[in-house]
């Protein structure tokens, strides 16, 4: 018994390892053509909408206050007051315990505390970085000099 064929992939335009065919398009009917009109009777109609919410949250509908609130009204962010706190920079590894020990006493909330560790971290592959393409140079530079 043979094995069917794929009628499917043929109709749409596919190849046979499932990719289109140049000159196929995977939306044969396009966009449709009414979407401009669609837009048009809604913001036609969104004066009268908002007024029905807007009632409706008068009327105490509390679905209505939020949906008002979330679109008006910018969630808060949270603002963090600046802190001193003693900071060894001699070194990273004398800054990095310099921030645990502000954490641990109290000094530094830990959200920030966390926030200049991920900071020293990312200056520590900064200054690995800057070391490894140093050396590479000066190998480089051996090498050209023993030729």
Same mark, same amino acid.
């Given at each position: ?20 065919? =140049? ?53 808060? =962010? ?70």
């Amino acid at each position: 018994m043979s094995k069917p064929e794929n009628t499917s992939k043929q109709a749409t335009g596919r190849r046979k390892n499932g990719t289109f065919a =140049k000159g196929q398009t995977g939306n044969p009917g396009g966009r449709p053509g009414n979407l401009a009109k669609l837009r048009a009777k809604l913001t036609a109609g969104s004066d009268e909408v908002a007024s029905v919410v807007l009632d409706a949250a008068k009327a105490g509908d509390m679905q209505a206050c939020r949906l008002i609130l979330e679109r008006i009204v910018p969630a808060l =962010k949270p603002i963090a007051e600046p802190v001193a706190f003693a900071l060894d920079d001699t070194d990273l590894p004398s800054t990095a315990r310099s921030i645990m020990r502000a954490i641990a006493n109290g000094t530094l909330p830990s959200d920030q505390g966390k926030a200049l560790l991920d900071a020293v971290l990312g200056m520590a592959r900064v200054v690995e970085v800057a070391e490894l393409e140093q050396q590479l140079i000066e190998l480089r530079g051996l090498v050209e000099a023993d030729r």
